[in-house]
């Protein structure tokens, strides 16, 4: 099922508040190995044979084959052209992209009847506008998923919330709810085919830049997230094609409200309209590849599995 250009994130709701980090790889043309995927063309045509990429062997915590988080778990990705340009509405929010995104699975902790994975998440960014002289960007974010027999949640400032990488900056949740489902509502340890929204009532502070003597305000954020199951499709990456990816579609609506607004008849800002996101999962995978509404996409480059 085609998806309607539509939504997403946490960081764009509070964008006038703070400062936001955040085709097809060719086919591989080998001889293929025993249980090689192939795909042929008209009569007479050459085949072509494509390599499967790697799959995890291990059961997950939480029976989560969506996401295999086994401890030494990793999974790194590359941005790649995606051809299409952001919405008109985003074109002022539009966040310089990682060139690289690395997340490592550093502990799993069963804490009664749900497990706590600890993620460490790094970016890598090539801030410099010359080629020839590389200014790089590196940031480590320390990241949870806390799972269980019905729940299945993404610490916001990962990026597997929602496909946007990079966190936010000076920014902290005093109050993080959940007052309606799950981040992923899995069926059998995978995306099902019903839909699910994801509701968040959160209350932030933020913290000024040292020296600067500014004071900032904080704000209750609100956001509503429609998770989409769509068809099926295959992902070839740069280690292999991944056939029947489960292709997940994230719509978000959201606002803030700030402590102290300028005005005391002020409305909540509102996030921009047309915000959304796709991720592709493979069960004993993960994600392996991501297209957000800035039009950033992110294809898996290399992975560690159990």
């Known amino acids: 099922m085609p998806y309607e250009p539509r939504v997403r994130i946490l960081g764009a709701a509070l964008v006038p508040l703070i400062l936001l980090v955040p085709a097809a790889v060719a086919a591989q043309k080998k001889t293929a190995p025993a249980g090689a995927a192939k795909q042929t063309g ?18 997950a915590p939480c029976g989560a084959k969506i996401l295999p988080l086994l401890e030494g778990n990793k999974w790194t990705y590359g941005y790649v052209e995606s051809g ?37 998440e790094k970016t890598t960014a090539d801030l410099s506008k010359d080629p020839k002289k590389h200014i790089y960007d590196e940031r480590m974010i320390n990241s949870t998923i806390t799972c269980g027999r019905t729940k299945f949640e993404i610490s916001p400032d990962s990026f597997l919330f929602a496909g946007e990488p990079g966190g936010y900056f000076g920014l902290a949740f005093d ?23 994801e509701d968040i009532v959160a209350h932030f502070t933020r913290t000024a830049v040292e020296g600067s003597g500014a004071k900032l305000d904080g704000g209750k954020l609100e956001l509503e997230r ?14 292999g094609l991944y056939t029947g990816a489960e292709k997940l579609g994230v719509t978000i609506t ?34 392996v590849q991501v297209l957000n509404a ?12 159990k």
Do not use: C
């Not at 429609?226 to 070839?236: A, I, L, M, R």
């Open 294 to 305: 800035y039009g950033h996409k992110y294809m898996l480059t290399d992975v560690t599995l």
């Open 254 to 287: 959201g606002r803030v409200t700030l402590d102290n607004p300028p005005q005391p008849d002020s409305k909540p800002a509102e996030l921009p309209a047309g915000w959304f996101n796709v991720l592709w999962l493979v069960p004993n995978v993960g994600v």
């Open 84 to 120: 299409l340009p952001p919405p008109p509405e985003l074109l002022k929010l539009i966040p310089s992209q990682p060139a690289t995104i690395a997340i490592t699975v550093k502990s799993v902790e069963v804490k009664g009847d749900e497990t706590v994975v600890s993620l460490e």
């Open 226 to 239: 429609k998770f989409t199951p769509g068809q099926p499709e295959s992902v070839n990456t740069k280690i």
């Open 175 to 197: 109050k993080f709810e959940r007052s309606k489902d799950t981040t992923w509502k899995l069926t059998n340890g995978t995306i099902g085919d019903a839909s699910w929204r």
């Open 42 to 59: 008209p009569a007479g045509a050459k085949k072509v044979e494509y390599i499967k990429g790697p799959v995890g062997k291990a059961i």
